[in-house]
Every structure is written in C-alpha cells, then in structure tokens.
C-alpha cells in the first residue's frame, strides 16, 4: 500500500480547468496524481461519472467560477482515471442505471477504499485536514434550509420535516 501511495504522490500532474468568461483551458494547475486522488475518492465511495468528477476536481482547484459543461477536459479525466485503474484503486461501476443513462461510472475498489482510508486516518492523527467547504442545499428547497422555523415536526417519528 505504501508503494501505491509513493507513486501517486510522485506522479505529477496539471489540472485545466475552464473558468468562466475565459476563452481556452489556461495554463493548468500543478498538483500531483495523490492530490487528485484526495480529491475525487470521496466520491468514489459509492460512485461518480466523468461529470461529477469534473465538477468535484473544478471546484478544489478553481473554486465555484468554472464552467458547469466539462470543466476539466475530458481527455485529461480519462488519463487520470486510468492511472488510478492501473494502481487498482478504481474500477467500473456495477451499479444498474437505466438504459437512457449512457454515462460511465465509477468507483473505489476494495483497494482504493483501504488506500483512501489509510490516507484519510493519516491525516486525521496528525490534525492535517482541510474542512473549509459550505453546506449544500442539494436540491432541496432554499426557503426551508434557510429558515429552520418553517419545519414542521412530524407527530409519527418525532423528528422535524
């Protein structure tokens, strides 16, 4: 396991990332193929597609002015996606999606999870983590997450809706 984390972390690499009002992909942002890693493994917990993972790599290096439409070239996706897959640490999916969906997929495999796991408890005991993000309102609506006093209790569980 070591191994595998030596080479990511010798392996680098540049992540473009289109911002908005910009007309090409920029210089790229040097970083390493371990950093990228970090980055993206969250997701990969249970999976991710080529988009998601644009858009999680966009917003660590850009911040939120990137373009939403592939914000990291989807050549460069691919390449960093395989090196991971050639280190064993992700794979295809397995999950079913519906027919109409034509994404590919992917995911940590058992490796991938015990690596990111040993990197993650690493940093955790040494007090080196970065957690500086905002919440996010997935999808739900605005008006209620910004206004605990319109929840409503449910009388059946107990709990606020």
Same mark, same amino acid.
């Given at each position: 396991?070591? +191994? $595998? ?5 010798? =392996?680098?690499?540049? &992540?473009? &990332? ?11 942002? #040097? ?23 644009? @858009? ?14 592939? #914000? &990291?070239? *989807? =050549? ?11 280190? +064993?640490? &992700? ?6 999606? @519906?027919?109409?969906?034509? /994404? ?10 015990? $690596? ?5 408890? =690493? ?6 983590? +970065?957690?500086?993000?905002? #919440? !996010?309102? +997935? ?5 209620? !997450?910004?206004?605990? /006093?319109?929840?409503? #209790?449910?009388? *059946?569980?107990? $709990?606020?809706?």
């Amino acid at each position: 396991m070591n +191994d $595998v984390i030596d080479a990511l972390r010798r =392996n680098d690499r540049r &992540v473009h &990332v289109w911002l908005n009002k910009k007309n090409d992909w920029g210089d790229g942002i #040097p970083t390493s193929l371990l950093a990228i890693f970090e980055t993206i493994a969250p997701d990969l917990l249970d999976e991710a597609s080529y988009p998601t993972i644009a @858009s999680t790599l966009a917003l660590h290096y850009a911040g939120d002015g990137y373009r939403k439409r592939w #914000p &990291v070239p *989807t =050549n460069f996706l691919r390449y960093y996606i395989a090196d991971l897959a050639s280190l +064993d640490l &992700v794979t295809n999916s397995s999950k079913r999606h @519906s027919v109409q969906d034509t /994404e590919a997929y992917w995911m940590l495999t058992d490796f991938g999870r015990e $690596v990111h796991g040993k990197i993650r408890q =690493n940093e955790l005991l040494h007090g080196a983590t +970065d957690f500086n993000e905002e #919440p !996010e309102i +997935d999808g739900q609506d605005p008006e209620c !997450e910004l206004h605990p /006093e319109s929840w409503t #209790p449910n009388p *059946t569980f107990g $709990v606020f809706l």
